[in-house]
């Protein structure tokens, strides 16, 4: 079993900066991929950002630029910092973890959420 942890969320003015963090711990083997997601009120959830473990990474459209992603491979930590934020980035951001276990068995985990309000 593999739990993720977030943190780093809050409310934040427009134009400012947040950073989240995402600790998975576990019965981890490895981590492919770790991303973060996002779902506002009556929308779908969506990817944010997401970075493999060799350092490659996707952003979505509407926040290139200003999202940045990173992990630190070795504390199975993701991080992303979030500058220049709009009110439309409002929404509970959510931490994915894909990999494998010791077991060697493929897992998926979501954490719980963390919420960024965004006050234009």
């Known amino acids: 079993q593999v739990q993720l942890v977030e943190s780093g969320g809050g409310l934040v003015q427009a134009g400012g900066s947040l950073k989240l963090s995402c600790a998975a711990s576990?019965?981890?083997?490895?981590?492919?991929?770790m991303g973060w997601y996002r779902q506002a009120p009556g929308k779908q959830r969506e990817l944010v950002a997401a970075?493999?473990?060799?350092?490659?990474?996707n952003y979505a459209d509407s926040v290139k630029g200003r999202f940045t992603i990173s992990r630190d491979n070795a504390k199975n930590t993701v991080y992303l910092e979030m500058n220049s934020l709009k009110a439309e980035d409002t929404a509970v951001y959510y931490c994915?973890?894909?990999?494998?276990?010791?077991?060697?068995?493929?897992?998926?985990?979501w954490g719980q959420g963390t919420q960024v309000t965004v006050s234009s």
């Open positions: 576990g019965n981890i083997f490895s981590i492919n991929v």
């Open positions: 994915n973890a894909q990999g494998i276990t010791r077991a060697t068995i493929l897992f998926g985990s």
């Open positions: 970075i493999t473990s060799g350092g490659s990474t």
